[in-house]
C-alpha cells in the first residue's frame, strides 16, 4: 500500500484529489487550454500514473473540475444577488457576478472542456447547469412583474455572453461593467421605481 499523508486512506484520497484539481484550474488559469495529465502531475507534485488513479482521462479530469467549480459559481453569483440593495438591483448583480468569474478564469474550464470533447454529452451538462443558474434570475424577474420572465433572463444572459467575449477579447472588467451598467442600467431603475411605489 502506497504510504498516506492523511489519518485514513479515504482522507488521503480526498486530499490527492484536492491537489489534482487545484493544480488543472490553476494550469487552466495561466494558460486558458486544457492542461495536459504530466503537467497536472507535475504542478500536485505526484508521478504521472498517480493522476490516473483518479482520473482516467483528461476529460474525466476537466468534467470533474467543471463539477468542483460550478456549485462554487452558482453561490458566488447567488450571493452578490442577495448582497443587492434592491430586488431590482439583484439583475445587474447577476451579470456582474457572472463577468467577474469569467475575468477570474472560472469560465476557462468550460471552455477547455468543450474544446477537447465536444458532443452531446458535454452540451446537456452545460445546459443544465445554464438553466440551474439562471433560476435565481427568472425567479427575480418573475417577483419584479416581468412578463414572459424566462424569455427576458435569456436575454439578459445573452448580454453575458457578448460581456464574456469582450473580456476574452481584451476590454478590462471595469470597460465591460460599464457596458452592463448602460445596458442594463435604466431597466434595473424601471423596475426599482415600480418596486419603491408598489
Given at each position: ?15 490527492q ?32 500514473p ?5 482520473f482516467?482521462s ?5 468534467q470533474?473540475?467543471?463539477r ?10 447567488t450571493?452578490a444577488?442577495?448582497?443587492?440593495p ?5 439583475i ?25 470533447a ?17 433560476e ?12 414572459d ?9 445573452a448580454v ?15 470597460q465591460?461593467?460599464?457596458?452592463l ?14 418596486e419603491?411605489s408598489?
Amino acid at each position: 500500500m502506497p504510504r498516506i499523508s492523511a489519518a485514513t486512506v479515504a482522507e488521503h484520497r480526498a486530499a490527492q484529489e484536492r491537489a489534482l484539481l487545484d493544480a488543472a484550474h490553476e494550469l487552466l488559469q495561466e494558460t486558458s487550454e486544457a492542461p495536459t495529465m504530466a503537467e497536472v502531475a507535475l504542478r500536485a507534485g505526484v508521478s504521472r500514473p498517480s493522476v490516473y488513479q483518479y482520473f482516467g482521462s483528461r476529460q474525466d479530469l476537466l468534467q470533474a473540475l467543471v463539477r468542483d467549480i460550478f456549485p462554487r459559481w452558482t453561490e458566488r453569483v447567488t450571493g452578490a444577488m442577495a448582497d443587492a440593495p434592491t430586488e431590482a438591483d439583484r439583475i445587474l448583480a447577476y451579470a456582474t457576478a457572472n463577468l467577474d468569474l469569467v475575468a477570474e478564469g472560472a469560465h476557462a474550464v468550460g471552455a477547455a472542456l468543450a474544446a477537447l470533447a465536444p458532443g452531446a454529452e458535454l452540451d446537456e451538462q452545460a445546459t443544465r447547469m445554464h438553466r440551474q443558474l439562471q433560476e435565481p434570475l427568472i425567479a427575480t424577474l418573475t417577483e419584479l412583474g416581468v412578463a414572459d420572465a424566462e424569455s427576458v433572463a435569456e436575454m439578459i444572459n445573452a448580454v453575458v455572453h457578448a460581456g464574456t467575449r469582450m473580456l476574452e477579447s481584451g476590454q478590462t472588467v471595469a470597460q465591460v461593467h460599464a457596458h452592463l451598467k448602460t445596458l442594463l442600467g435604466p431597466f434595473v431603475a424601471g423596475r426599482r421605481a415600480a418596486e419603491a411605489s408598489g
